[in-house]
C-alpha cells in the first residue's frame, strides 16, 4: 500500500516538475521586472517620439508647460487619460503599447484572482 506503481511515480514527477518550472518562472520574471527599468523606458522612449499628443508645441525649448488644471487640483492632469480619451488621433505605436499594458493588467487581474500562475 505504501509503494507507488510506475505510472502514478511518473505523474508524480510531473506536476513536481511543472510546479517547479513555474515558480522559477514566476520569481525571475518578477525579479526581472522591478529590477530592470529598460522594460518601461522603452514603451515610454517609444511614446515620447511617436505621439503627437504628448509634445507640446506651444512652449519654448526651456520652459515648462503651464497645463490648466482643473478647479481645486494643483497636479497636472494624467496624460496616459489624455492618450485615452484622443484614442482614435493616436499613433499606431500609442495603440500598441496602450493595449499591451492594458491587456497583460486585466489577464494578471483575471488570472491571479482565479489562482492561477501569472507575473
Given amino acids: 500500500m505504501g509503494l507507488l506503481d510506475p505510472s502514478q511515480k511518473e505523474v508524480l514527477r510531473f506536476a ?8 522559477v518562472l514566476q520569481v525571475l520574471t518578477r525579479f526581472l521586472a522591478s529590477s530592470t527599468p529598460i522594460m518601461y523606458w522603452f514603451p515610454a522612449h517609444l511614446l515620447q517620439d511617436q505621439e503627437p499628443l504628448l509634445r507640446c508645441v506651444d512652449t519654448e525649448p526651456g520652459k515648462l508647460p503651464q497645463e490648466k ?25 500609442t495603440r500598441c503599447v496602450l493595449v499591451y499594458f492594458l491587456t497583460y493588467w486585466l489577464l494578471g487581474l483575471i488570472l491571479h484572482c482565479n489562482f492561477l500562475p501569472w507575473t
Fill in 16 to 23: 513536481v516538475n511543472c510546479r517547479i518550472l513555474t515558480l
Fill in 69 to 93: 488644471s482643473p478647479p481645486g487640483q494643483k497636479a497636472p492632469r494624467n496624460c496616459l487619460m489624455k492618450l485615452f480619451y484622443d484614442w482614435k488621433r493616436c499613433s499606431p505605436v
